[in-house]
Antibody, heavy 123, light 106 residues
Framework: EIQLLESGGGLVQPGGSLRLSCEAS????????MTWVRQAPGKGLEWVSS????????YYGDSVKGRFTFSRDNSNNTLYLQMNSLRAEDTAVYYC????????????????WGRGAMVTVSS | SYDLTQPPSVSVSPGQTARITCSGE??????VCWYQQKAGQSPLLIMY???QRPSGIPERFSGSNSGTTATLTISGSQPVDEADYYC?????????FGGGTKLTVL
C-alpha cells in the first residue's frame, strides 16, 4: 500500500521558517516525481512545487519562488519542503503528492495524496 | 500564468447526470486531470489525460476535452458523489488548478 506521511507542520510567526517532511512507502520512490500542493482554509488547491525522481529538476509556483526549497532524499524515501520568510498567506494544509511518472510532463497526474500537514503563520 | 475557470457550484438530483465544466485558453490542446475532494478528506485523482479513469473509479465518471472546455460527467449521480471537484493542467512546467466546483446531490 502506498503511503505518504507528512510531518513538521505547526504555528510559526511571520518571517519565520519551517521545514515539512514527507515519508513515502509502498512504491519505488526514485522512479516518481513528487509534488507539494497546498490548500488554505476554505479555499481551493494551489500547486507549490514539483521535483523529478532524481531531484535534479524542480519547479516552483510564483507565490513561493525564492522562499521555498523542495528537496528529496532518495536513500530514505523522504521529501523536504524548507519554507522561509513565511507570510500569513502561506497558512494552509500542505499535501505531499506522488506523481504518475518519473518527471513532470504535460501528461503527469497527481496520483496519490497524503493526509496533509497544517501550517499556520500568525503572530 | 494560465487560468482555469470552473462554476462555483452545481446541483443535481440523485440518479441524474451532473456535468462540471472547466474552461481555459486552448484547453483542448492540454491534458486535463480531475480531482474529487470530499469534506475533511484529501483530494483523489478521478480522471487523467482528459478521459482516463484510474483503477477503482466508478464507470459513471467520464471526461472529455475539446476547444476551450473540459467536462467531467457523472452519470447517475449518487449522494456519495457530493464533493468539491477540481480540474488541473500543466502549462510550461507549472501546474494550475481550477477554482473548484462544489457538487450537491439532493
Amino acid at each position: 500500500e502506498i503511503q505518504l506521511l507528512e510531518s513538521g507542520g505547526g504555528l510559526v510567526q511571520p518571517g519565520g521558517s519551517l521545514r515539512l517532511s514527507c515519508e513515502a512507502s509502498g512504491f519505488s520512490f526514485i522512479n516518481y516525481a513528487m509534488t507539494w500542493v497546498r490548500q488554505a482554509p476554505g479555499k481551493g488547491l494551489e500547486w507549490v512545487s514539483s521535483t523529478s525522481g532524481n531531484g535534479i529538476i524542480t519547479y516552483y509556483g510564483d507565490s513561493v519562488k525564492g522562499r521555498f526549497t523542495f528537496s528529496r532524499d532518495n536513500s530514505n524515501n523522504t521529501l523536504y519542503l524548507q519554507m522561509n520568510s513565511l507570510r500569513a498567506e502561506d497558512t494552509a494544509v500542505y499535501y505531499c503528492v506522488k506523481g504518475s511518472a518519473i518527471a513532470t510532463t504535460s501528461t503527469s497526474a497527481f496520483e496519490i495524496w497524503g493526509r496533509g500537514a497544517m501550517v499556520t503563520v500568525s503572530s | 500564468s494560465y487560468d482555469l475557470t470552473q462554476p462555483p457550484s452545481v446541483s443535481v438530483s440523485p440518479g441524474q447526470t451532473a456535468r462540471i465544466t472547466c474552461s481555459g485558453e486552448k484547453l483542448g490542446e492540454k491534458y486535463v486531470c480531475w480531482y474529487q475532494q470530499k469534506a475533511g478528506q484529501s483530494p483523489l485523482l478521478i480522471m487523467y489525460q482528459d478521459f482516463q479513469r484510474p483503477s477503482g473509479i466508478p464507470e459513471r465518471f467520464s471526461g472529455s476535452n475539446s476547444g476551450t472546455t473540459a467536462t467531467l460527467t457523472i452519470s447517475g449521480s449518487q449522494p456519495v458523489d457530493e464533493a468539491d471537484y477540481y480540474c488541473q493542467v500543466w502549462d510550461r512546467n507549472t501546474a494550475t488548478f481550477g477554482g473548484g466546483t462544489k457538487l450537491t446531490v439532493l
